[in-house]
């Protein structure tokens, strides 16, 4: 369970620090931005269905942005749910269009990867659940292969705890047999190629944009070459780009694998959404070990 949480813990670390460098050194609360908040929106409809409804998520997706919980969403999620808002029906509301390759479902996808972890889930079935979390908001293939890396990382993390090539290996073994070849498993390939190469120079040739190619070498980099989470998120800063998701992103693999290693208490006890992670998480486990 504390990796599980840490999942979540580091995620929202990597999600605030991205976006506010400067409360590292403060003594400030450490906010979500919507990284974050979809993430425990999609696990908190997990823990309260048992199960992954699309249609849950979308409304409460949806209620979020209404509310102002959910702020500064990307152009598709927003676009996707006005659609919702107007058709109530998550299978039509992901936007289908060539720009539409962002991070959007890469940046939420975590909690299906403990999801499948805690399900044992068949491959078929992991799959299309992350297929149907992704068509909520982008209908795009490049964006569910990206979220499907993600979740299948955390999944193996959290599983088999390899080290850390090996665990990437089998990440895009797994997207070569599911039909993958496209150029967000090429990310993933050049970012185990670049492993020894200088941190910037290797980052700045990956991208860290938003663009999800980008967002997938990016965070298979950091989570390859980093020992230390903070050191990461330093490198990351210094580069530039799509930092609060990338760091979101990172902190997921991150966390699954590492668990809090190495992560000042003072920081993680700042987070605004610790004492939620920490409730949504043991809720979920009491499902599986009641
Ligand atoms: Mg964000």
Same mark, same amino acid.
């Given at each position: 369970? @504390?990796?599980?949480?840490?999942?979540?813990?580091?995620?929202? *670390?990597?999600?605030?620090?991205?976006?506010?460098?400067? *409360?590292?050194?403060?003594?400030?609360?450490?906010?979500?931005?919507?990284?974050?908040?979809?993430?425990?929106?999609?696990?908190? =409809?997990?823990?309260?269905?048992?199960?992954?409804?699309?249609?849950? !998520?979308?409304?409460? #997706?949806?209620?979020?942005?209404?509310?102002?919980? *959910? %702020?500064? =969403?990307?152009?598709?999620?927003? $676009?996707?749910?006005?659609?919702?808002? %107007?058709?109530?029906?998550?299978?039509?509301?992901?936007?289908?269009?060539?720009?539409?390759?962002?991070?959007?479902?890469?940046?939420?996808?975590?909690?299906?990867?403990?999801? +499948?972890?805690?399900?044992?889930?068949?491959?078929?079935?992991?799959?299309?659940? !992350?297929?149907?979390?992704?068509?909520?908001?982008?209908?795009?293939?490049? /964006?569910?292969?990206?979220?499907?890396?993600? +979740? #299948? +990382?955390?999944?193996?993390?959290?599983? @088999?705890?390899?080290?850390?090539?090996?665990?990437?290996?089998?990440?895009?073994?797994?997207? $070569?047999?599911?039909?993958?070849?496209?150029? !967000? %498993?090429?990310? =993933?390939?050049? /970012? *185990?190629?670049? %492993?020894?190469?200088?941190?910037?120079? /290797?980052?700045?040739?990956?991208?860290?944009?938003?663009?999800?190619?980008?967002?997938?070498?990016? !965070?298979?980099?950091?989570?390859?070459?980093?020992?230390?989470?903070? @050191?990461?998120?330093?490198?990351?800063?210094?580069?530039?780009?799509?930092?609060?998701?990338?760091? +979101?992103?990172?902190?997921?693999?991150?966390?699954?694998?590492?668990?809090?290693?190495?992560?000042?208490?003072?920081?993680?006890?700042?987070?605004? =959404?610790?004492?939620?992670?920490?409730?949504?998480? $043991?809720?979920?486990?009491?499902?599986?070990?009641?």
């Amino acid at each position: 369970m @504390e990796k599980v949480k840490a999942t979540f813990l580091l995620h929202a *670390l990597g999600d605030g620090l991205g976006e506010y460098p400067h *409360l590292r050194e403060d003594k400030k609360p450490i906010p979500p931005t919507d990284d974050t908040v979809m993430t425990l929106a999609l696990l908190e =409809v997990l823990v309260e269905e048992r199960k992954h409804n699309p249609q849950r !998520v979308a409304q409460k #997706y949806l209620s979020y942005l209404r509310e102002g919980i *959910l %702020k500064k =969403v990307g152009y598709t999620t927003l $676009e996707a749910l006005k659609k919702f808002e %107007k058709t109530q029906n998550w299978f039509y509301s992901g936007i289908a269009c060539k720009r539409c390759a962002g991070n959007g479902v890469a940046m939420r996808i975590s909690p299906l990867g403990v999801w +499948a972890y805690l399900r044992n889930l068949p491959l078929e079935e992991f799959f299309e659940t !992350v297929r149907a979390e992704g068509y909520i908001t982008h209908r795009n293939e490049l /964006a569910i292969s990206g979220a499907f890396a993600v +979740a #299948y +990382a955390v999944y193996l993390n959290l599983k @088999e705890n390899l080290p850390k090539e090996e665990t990437v290996k089998r990440v895009l073994l797994t997207m $070569e047999h599911l039909g993958m070849e496209n150029p !967000v %498993k090429e990310a =993933v390939e050049n /970012a *185990l190629n670049l %492993k020894g190469l200088d941190g910037k120079d /290797a980052l700045r040739r990956l991208g860290s944009g938003g663009y999800i190619v980008e967002t997938i070498g990016a !965070v298979f980099y950091l989570f390859l070459s980093q020992e230390d989470f903070l @050191e990461g998120l330093d490198l990351l800063l210094e580069v530039g780009g799509d930092t609060d998701t990338v760091g +979101a992103i990172f902190g997921s693999l991150y966390g699954s694998l590492h668990g809090l290693k190495n992560i000042p208490e003072n920081l993680i006890s700042r987070l605004e =959404v610790k004492e939620k992670i920490e409730q949504l998480t $043991e809720k979920l486990f009491s499902h599986f070990h009641p």
